[in-house]
């Protein structure tokens, strides 16, 4: 069965560090994308970025162009999102969402991670 | 980057009413266009690939239509479980992006 499992909840203060995780079961690398996706509170998805699980490559929506670094470690199959000073702005939950090769839908979804910004 | 335009934001309906949401894109991106289901608390769940192709396990109440820059999705006979949100998102070019959601609410 393939499962995104993320990491739980956080709690952090503007300026701080925070990776959270992604990791993809059920499923070998070789031919699949995981995205991340961001839903404020009350709001839209916005898709902020995508990365090959075989070979790294990235790509960003320019809005987070700059503002995250999203990685991975294949042999484990996890993804990360990275960001390096929160804002209060970044308080949302993050998704991860699996897509394949030709990185069309987006068919397996994580369970989010709350990610909560406040001083 | 291409802007998706749903309409309507918001719908009341009722039990067994046909519905239709639709999303505009700022440029044509043939069938490269997805429909997603978001329950409250839950991810988004994909319903609808390449604006017309059918999900396995999705109810066959759940149609799409559409191509270029016009798109539709349509329930045909609403069940309450369906009165929750819809986004419709492209895969044409990169970035990708969705819609801004239509929430469907019981009357």
């Known amino acids: 069965e393939v499962q995104l499992v993320q990491s739980g909840a956080e709690v952090k203060k503007p300026g701080e560090s925070l990776k959270i995780s992604c990791k993809g079961l059920?499923?070998?690398?070789?031919?699949?994308?995981i995205g991340w996706v961001r839903q404020m509170p009350g709001q839209g998805l916005e898709w902020m970025g995508i990365?090959?699980?075989?070979?790294?490559?990235?790509r960003y929506s320019p809005t987070f162009q700059g503002q995250v670094t999203i990685s991975v470690d294949k042999s484990i199959n996890t993804a990360y999102l990275q960001w390096n000073g929160l804002k209060a702005s970044d308080t949302a939950i993050y998704y991860c969402?699996?897509?394949?090769?030709?990185?069309?839908?987006?068919?397996?979804w994580g369970q989010g991670t709350l990610v909560t910004v406040s001083s | 980057e291409i802007v998706l335009t749903q309409s309507p934001d918001f719908q009341s309906v009722t039990p067994k009413e046909r519905v239709s949401i639709t999303c505009r894109a700022s440029?044509?991106?043939?069938?490269?266009l997805h429909w997603y289901q978001q329950k409250p608390g839950q991810p988004p769940k994909l319903i609808m690939k390449?604006?017309?192709q059918s999900i396995s396990g999705v109810p066959s109440r759940f149609s799409g239509s559409g191509s270029g820059t016009d798109f539709t999705l349509t329930i045909n006979g609403l069940e309450a479980e369906d009165a929750v949100v819809y986004f419709c998102?492209?895969?044409?070019?990169?970035?990708?992006?969705f819609g801004q959601g239509t929430k469907l609410e019981i009357k």
């Open positions: 969402a699996r897509t394949g090769r030709f990185v069309t839908t987006f068919d397996y």
């Open positions: 059920g499923f070998t690398s070789t031919a699949y994308w």
């Open positions: 990365i090959s699980l075989r070979d790294s490559d990235t």
């Open positions: 440029q044509s991106i043939g069938s490269s």
């Open positions: 390449s604006a017309s």
């Open positions: 998102h492209q895969s044409s070019r990169l970035p990708h992006s």
